[in-house]
């Protein structure tokens, strides 16, 4: 590819292919979380495929936090030791696997031979397989802004990658039901899925050649690029200094916190709405709106911080009102009559709690500069698929039986089609309750203790005053 000279110092250049990594990195966090939250979606007519109960069908999306947690600390070491190209080439290969296997478990004809119940647990592996690879899709975005992009865009690289996690749920979770109206629409909905992961496995291996370019395009590149494919032993020393890094740690707990209650409420999402009487299509429209409006936050909070600086403050604020927010969903999703509430405080949510994400992973790299960016990023997502898990497990456990009029409301249940038996939906008041509790806990965490030098930032400055 064709090489362009930065304006700073000739030995910092960038590279046009950078471009067709930031999409194929896009593809993978699309394609990846598309696959990990459709079967939510739709869960109530996933019940009637597999003629399972609704909490079996749950682990078809939890399984992902299960095998995600050491698969975080085994991504950190990938990317960290091995470079980002067998990380990519790694995640992208459980991702298209698992997508192949999911396929083929409910593929027409194929299925002949086999029972409901083995169908069920190839649904299973193939979820595992996915979530395995979900890890290395999430933990590569600052590794890749910070190792291919100038300064300039550094933020803006990160913007995107991190929005792509979320639209893939975007697309998961609003267009599934658009299309799976039956237990019959469950082989077509993984046959659609199959398609971007193949399509992300071929732009892998056209695209992802080399870890890094030839040339680094800043000076943090630079000195992060000396400290690449450390031994085992410096890999656990820079685990340890992260894991000793006071404002690291607040991040991993807060917007770890912030991750783990979106993963929960994104897979509890239909039970939880339509246990109030609103159906599949309004419960994937709120998360779509949840999700899609978070492009606009992503937009403010990147022009914000080039007008203005202050990415710390302006985090906080973001972090603040989406707390907010999110309080007012679980107080809201309590009612059945509240579907325009949901929907505009989703949409906050969204603007506000994604437009601060990529801030968050921002700071995540300038608190723990010059360590590898992907480590604290993985961490993140770990710290988050640790709360995600028990918070989903809080759900099941905090729920009750719907009573009075509230029975009568709920749209939940399915007829199975081997069976005359329905899966009636479940009061789910106390888990809001906890919820809203939890976001208050998080947003007091973060504005009251988090404080940290901009470390990265330091080091390109002074640079620059060098010359």
């Not at 298209?96 to 299973?124: E, W, Y």
């Not at 729920?399 to 409301?409: H, I, N, R, S």
Request: glycine letters at 8%.
């Amino acid at each position: 590819m064709e090489e362009e000279a930065t304006e700073d110092k000739p030995r910092y250049r960038t590279y046009r292919r950078r471009w067709l990594v930031l999409i194929t990195v896009t593809l993978l966090n699309l394609s990846n979380n598309a696959l990990w939250i459709s079967y939510s979606a739709v869960a109530n007519v996933a019940t009637e495929y597999f003629e399972q109960n609704v909490n079996k069908i749950d682990l078809l999306a939890t399984i992902s936090f299960y095998v995600g947690i050491p698969m975080c600390l085994v991504s950190t070491f990938v990317v960290d030791a091995l470079g980002f190209r067998t990380g990519m080439l790694l995640g992208t290969s459980l991702t298209f696997l698992g997508a192949l296997v999911r396929c083929l478990s409910t593929f027409p004809g194929l299925t002949d031979s086999m029972d409901l119940n083995l169908q069920f647990i190839l649904s299973v592996v193939g979820q595992a397989l996915t979530g395995m690879g979900n890890p290395i899709a999430v933990s590569v975005p600052t590794k890749v802004s910070q190792n291919w992009f100038p300064e300039s865009e550094r933020l803006l690289a990160t913007g995107i990658l991190a929005m792509s996690l979320p639209l893939g749920i975007v697309l998961g979770q609003g267009c599934s039901p658009l299309f799976v109206k039956t237990g019959e629409d469950v082989p077509l909905m993984n046959i659609v899925w199959l398609i971007p992961a193949t399509i992300t496995m071929v732009f892998c291996i056209a695209f992802i050649r080399t870890s890094n370019p030839p040339s680094p395009p800043s000076k943090s590149a630079e000195l992060a690029g000396q400290q690449e494919r450390k031994s085992f032993s410096e890999y656990l020393a820079n685990m340890k200094s992260v894991f000793t890094n006071g404002p690291f740690m607040v991040l991993f707990t807060v917007i770890g916190g912030a991750v783990g209650f979106f993963n929960a409420f994104s897979t509890q999402l239909s039970q939880l709405m339509c246990a109030r009487g609103y159906d599949n299509a309004f419960s994937g429209l709120c998360g779509s709106l949840l999700l899609g409006t978070g492009f606009i936050g992503a937009i403010a909070t990147g022009t914000l911080v080039e007008k203005y600086g202050k990415m710390e403050e302006i985090s906080k604020l973001f972090y603040g009102i989406a707390g907010i927010s999110g309080i007012l969903i679980a107080e809201f999703m309590r009612t059945s009559d509240s579907g325009v509430y949901i929907a505009l405080f989703c949409s906050m949510f969204g603007v506000f709690g994604f437009g601060m994400y990529p801030l968050g992973l921002e700071l995540s790299v300038e608190a723990t500069y010059p360590v590898d960016e992907s480590i604290g990023t993985a961490l993140i997502f770990m710290s988050g698929q640790i709360q995600g898990g028990i918070l989903v497990f809080a759900s099941q456990m905090l729920e009750q039986d719907l009573k009075g009029d509230d029975l009568l409301k709920e749209v939940c249940s399915t007829a199975s089609s081997s069976t005359t038996s329905l899966d009636v939906g479940k009061d789910h008041t106390n888990f809001l309750l906890v919820i809203a509790g939890y976001l208050c806990a998080m947003c007091l965490i973060f504005i009251t203790f988090f404080s940290t030098k901009l470390k990265r930032t330091l080091a390109n400055q002074n640079d620059k005053n060098s010359e």
